[in-house]
Nanobody, 123 residues
Framework: QVQLVETGGGLVQAGGSLRLSCAAS????????MAWFRQAPGKEREFVAT????????YYEDSLKGRFTISRDNAKNTVILQMNSLKPEDTAVYYC????????????????WGQGTQVTVSS
């Protein structure tokens, strides 16, 4: 069992940065692939980024490459999403997710989810 808690969301102006954190509980955190997804009002949940259990493999939604960076610290049971050059279209609730095994970009394949943190980017 893994419990996930996201923090770091908030209101930021376009062009600004935010750093989201996901704190995980459970002894098996270091064996899980982790990911960030987001959901804007009226839209489906979409993939943002994922990272393998040891951090050696990362994938990003194509349009976010170069602006968003995912990382993890297994000693601290934490996954980070650094978001730079934010745009109003990045406004959404951001969710952290975990699954055993390989990284994937499909939300339905993730077993554990946090409650989400709101990110609002003003123009």
């Amino acid at each position: 069992q893994v419990q996930l808690v996201e923090t770091g969301g908030g209101l930021v102006q376009a062009g600004g940065s935010l750093r989201l954190s996901c704190a995980a509980s459970g002894r098996t955190f270091s064996s899980y692939a982790m990911a960030w997804f987001r959901q804007a009002p009226g839209k489906e949940r979409e993939f943002v980024a994922t990272i393998s259990w040891n951090g050696s493999v990362t994938y990003y939604e194509d349009s976010l490459k170069g602006r968003f960076t995912i990382s993890r610290d297994n000693a601290k049971n934490t996954v980070i999403l650094q978001m730079n050059s934010l745009k109003p279209e990045d406004t959404a609730v951001y969710y952290c997710a975990a699954k055993p095994g390989a990284v994937v970009s499909v939300a339905a394949l993730y077993d554990y989810w946090g409650q989400g943190t709101q990110v609002t980017v003003s123009s």
